[in-house]
């Protein structure tokens, strides 16, 4: 019987396994430090295992499921996902895959349908199944989450949460700056003393467009 696994994808990496029909996945490439894939993370997935496949956040839904055809390959040419600073192919840790069912994603699963309905998603611990790629899904989860990925299911858009556009710094002048302004026009301090002169450096700053002392350019 095959194994299941995961496979994370984002909407973006989703859409680019798309434009292969879904035939080809791919990891970052094997490594011997901690924090990335091991090369017996990829020894452990065989031909005729499936890949399940999820787009986290902000989707969160179960997109389909891919068998696998042959043992991993590294491909460092194909750039399927884009290339890196380097010039190489991104997730160049690559199966040849078969798509089982595959969906757009806004018809995916929900992962809120899928905690507690499947064992390896407790209520209060489910987020570290999709911190990373290829973690064993027990046999009973696979094949009811298979089931799932192929009931009928409407549409529902994936809300894509805008991007704070971060306010412009506010300028301001000093008052030192605003005190040398007015000093340069003998026709505002002329005559005036030290309360005057303030006076006369804010309405100099206010007259020459750089706003008061504690103003700012919008």
Same mark, same amino acid.
């Given at each position: 019987?095959? $194994?299941?696994?995961?496979?994370?994808?984002?909407?973006?990496?989703?859409?680019? +396994?798309?434009?292969?029909?879904?035939?080809? %996945?791919?990891?970052? +490439?094997?490594?011997?430090?901690?924090?990335? =894939? *091991?090369? &017996?993370?990829? /020894?452990?997935?065989?031909?005729?295992?499936?890949?399940?496949? =999820?787009?986290?956040?902000?989707?969160? !839904?179960?997109?389909?499921?891919?068998?696998?055809?042959?043992?991993?390959?590294?491909?460092?040419?194909? /750039?399927?996902?884009?290339?890196?600073?380097?010039?190489?192919?991104?997730?160049?840790?690559? *199966?040849?895959?078969?798509?089982?069912?595959?969906?757009?994603? /806004?018809?995916?699963?929900?992962?809120?349908?899928?905690?507690? +309905?499947?064992?390896?998603?407790?209520?209060?611990?489910? $987020?570290?199944?999709?911190?990373? &790629?290829?973690?064993?899904?027990?046999?009973? /989860?696979?094949?009811?989450?298979?089931?799932?990925?192929?009931?009928?299911?409407? +549409?529902?858009?994936? !809300?894509?949460?805008?991007?704070?556009?971060?306010?412009?710094?506010? &300028?301001?002048? $000093?008052?030192?700056?605003?005190?040398?302004?007015?000093? %340069?026009? $003998?026709?505002?301090?002329?005559?005036?003393? %030290?309360?005057?002169?303030? *006076?006369?450096?804010?309405?100099?700053?206010?007259?020459?467009?750089?706003?008061?002392?504690? %103003?700012?350019?919008?």
């Amino acid at each position: 019987m095959p $194994s299941f696994f995961t496979d994370i994808f984002t909407i973006e990496t989703w859409e680019q +396994a798309r434009a292969r029909d879904w035939t080809v %996945s791919g990891f970052p +490439a094997p490594t011997k430090t901690r924090g990335g =894939y *091991f090369q &017996s993370t990829f /020894d452990k997935v065989k031909p005729s295992d499936v890949l399940l496949c =999820y787009v986290k956040a902000p989707a969160k !839904r179960w997109v389909g499921a891919l068998r696998v055809e042959e043992r991993m390959h590294l491909d460092f040419e194909d /750039d399927v996902w884009g290339k890196d600073e380097d010039g190489r192919a991104r997730f160049p840790a690559r *199966f040849r895959t078969t798509p089982l069912t595959t969906l757009d994603v /806004d018809v995916g699963v929900p992962v809120e349908e899928t905690i507690g +309905a499947l064992t390896c998603l407790e209520a209060d611990a489910w $987020s570290g199944m999709f911190r990373r &790629s290829l973690n064993a899904v027990p046999q009973e /989860d696979g094949e009811r989450l298979l089931e799932m990925l192929h009931e009928p299911r409407r +549409a529902v858009p994936v !809300r894509v949460p805008r991007k704070r556009v971060r306010p412009k710094p506010r &300028s301001t002048v $000093s008052l030192t700056r605003a005190r040398n302004l007015a000093l %340069s026009d $003998s026709e505002v301090v002329r005559g005036v003393g %030290s309360g005057g002169l303030l *006076f006369g450096a804010v309405w100099e700053c206010v007259r020459r467009g750089g706003g008061g002392a504690a %103003s700012g350019h919008g």
